[in-house]
């Protein structure tokens, strides 16, 4: 009976060992029904949504972009009108100082070098080093071409275009 009773015991602790191996396999599968499916974090809502931003950035792109450029276009012309107010207040101005006969007077003697009846102008010439005024220089070098033929002219002008073209 003693070798009945170790078989018995074998065979009950084989069984015992199956029943606990039962019930962890029951219990691991219950975990797993239990545990909520682990799911990625982009969802169908959140891809649309995301589509839906990126639609709106590319549809609000070019508007904003020329709204941007037409603000910039509208600053520049307001300052364009506001030189443009300053120049004609210039322009005014000097057009009340040629209503008086003593400028129009002053300006024609200094650049037409006209003189009153019974004055005598004299028109001096430059010291040799002297810096000449531009008005000079001006009848100076209208007054020489005619001096010389035309195609001496024709080639002076040349070389000077020559002379005044920048170097690439």
């Known amino acids: 009976m003693a070798a009945d009773r170790d078989r018995f015991s074998t065979a009950t602790r084989i069984r015992a060992l199956g029943e606990q191996a039962a019930a962890r396999v029951y219990r691991a599968q219950n975990r797993?029904?239990?545990?909520?499916?682990r799911r990625s974090r982009l969802t169908g809502r959140a891809a649309l949504l995301g589509l839906v931003i990126c639609a709106l950035i590319v549809a609000l792109a070019?508007?904003?972009?020329?709204?941007?450029?037409?603000?910039s276009e509208i600053g520049d012309e307001r300052r364009k009108a506001q030189d443009a107010e300053e120049r004609v207040?210039?322009?005014?101005?000097?057009?009340?100082?040629w209503q008086d006969p003593a400028f129009v007077e002053q300006q024609a003697?200094?650049?037409?070098?006209?003189?009153r009846p019974g004055?005598?102008?004299?028109?001096?010439?430059?010291?040799?080093?002297a810096q000449e005024d531009g008005e000079a220089e001006r009848l100076r070098n209208r007054s020489a071409p005619a001096n010389r033929p035309w195609y001496d002219n024709l080639w002076d002008g040349i070389d000077k275009a020559d002379r005044a073209a920048p170097v690439p």
Do not use: C, F, N
């Open 119 to 129: 004055e005598t102008g004299y028109i001096l010439p430059a010291p040799p080093g």
């Open 89 to 97: 207040e210039e322009l005014r101005d000097e057009k009340a100082r």
């Open 32 to 37: 797993r029904l239990r545990r909520p499916v």
């Open 109 to 115: 003697r200094r650049h037409l070098h006209y003189v």
């Open 62 to 71: 070019y508007p904003l972009r020329e709204y941007v450029s037409q603000r």
